[in-house]
């Protein structure tokens, strides 16, 4: 174990794991609840092709990556106001930042690698750029929810009854739509593209087999996240596989385990 | 004094009237029935005092002072027709009413809610859920208790001890009630006045009135089931 803390890299895995995990952890509650579990998968996607562009065009992909991650979320939102449905909005921004990334694929042939790190995570080559945006972006979702949590919680009850208790209602959902988006991008970092939902969605879903309180479900998702990331990333040293795959699938495992209080219950 | 006072007011969808040139003023204290058939602009009438839609032409004042988003919030407690929420929704009922105002624990007695307070909401039934969704609009002490057609898909049993509670309300702590409903049976046991909206007011009187006013909107065969209370 020591000798695992010794090496930079897994130094940078670990932290950068650990935050990436929190911050998924404390978002992915209100992006289940809220009926958007696809929506990171959708922005991730999207993302897809604006890494690919600035790969294309030498721009820093994690910053590319945030600059189409806001861009996405914020088209979803426009187009569901516009009264087009929910999953076709998704549908429609993911297909469009796979087809751009597939295209840019093709004109330049060179960074395939690169971008393909970027489809299943890479927490072993962190850089310390990205250890920083993952420190801000922790810092700016607990400062977030610490303003905003009660009228969070009061949309994702309901939506009318929040926005008659407060005006800035409308403005939290706005920024929650911003801070989805970076958090995708940040989890792409770890899981990758093809598996960010499992970051954003399973947390939660094992923390609502265990917990009958708000609280409790965004405490447990946190834990859970943060578990499975940790141990994934140690497994996958020693196991000589990659983390993303063995944070996924540890992830599962405890949504599997999680049911089993519900079992003995059922039985007894 | 009038809690509510609504002068000349219209409301289009599209182009489509659906309230017309309608005025009314409902006293402090007052619990008014508004009835009316399906598409007649009632739930429209309570979009627009709850200042979810503007007002495309005419007034709507709140104790003489007109409608603004601050007042509502303060004045106005709102109870819809059916809280749709997913079963899975992890909250508490003591998270739920929290999240408008501080816990009222004399008010979660009165509603008989106290012995389910930690208890998750989803796991409650219908006419229990629909007691906590009063509590969370009265946890701010509104002045004015808006309901739209809260007893529907309750049971019999329960529907009347929502009434009955909703009488207490407007009894004992003067909260004024506007209580859109098709069940008209219960205007005579348990409210006041009767307001008839037909994209337009068509009549507006005591409860007593009940069954004449009932034909007046609803036309000749319309036939009234009382309750009792």
Known sequence: MLELLSYGFMQKALLGGFLIAFTCGLMSPFIVLRRLSLLGDGIAHFSFGGIALGLLLGIEPIIAALISAVVGGFVVQKLVKKNLYGDAAISLILSFGVGLGIIVIGLARGFNVNLFSYLIGSLLSLSYLDIALAVAMLVLIVLFLVWGYKQLVFSSFNQELAELRSKKTIFINTVFILLVAL???????AVGILLVSAMLVI?????????????????????????????????SYYLNIPPSGTIVMLLFLLFFG??????VRAAS | MAAIKVKDLSFAYNGFPVLGDISFSIKEGDFVAVIGPNGSGKTTLAKLLLGMLPPQKGSIQLFGNPISHEQVSKWIGYVPQKITIDKLFPATVDEILALNGPLDH????????????????????????????????LQANPKILILDEPSVGIDLKTQREFYALL????????VTIMLITHDVGMIPSYCKS????????????????????????????AVMHHHHE
């Open chain 1, 183 to 189: 958090t995708v991008v940040i989890s792409i970092r």
């Open chain 1, 203 to 235: 947390p939660t879903l094992i923390a609502l087999q265990l917990s009958k309180s708000f609280k409790g479900t965004l405490v447990m998702s946190t834990i859970a996240s943060i578990l499975a990331t940790l141990i994934g990333i140690i497994a």
């Open chain 1, 258 to 263: 999680a049911q089993i209080p519900k079992l």
């Open chain 2, 106 to 137: 004399r008010l979660h007695e009165r509603l008989g809610i106290e012995s389910f307070h930690d208890k998750r909401f989803t796991e409650l039934s219908g006419g229990q859920q629909q007691r906590v969704v009063i509590a969370l609009a």
């Open chain 2, 167 to 174: 009488k207490q309300l407007n009894d004992k702590e003067n």
């Open chain 2, 194 to 221: 009767v307001l008839c909206i037909n994209h337009q007011v068509c009549c507006y009187g005591p409860a007593s009135e009940t069954p004449e006013l009932v034909k007046k909107t609803y036309g000749q065969l």
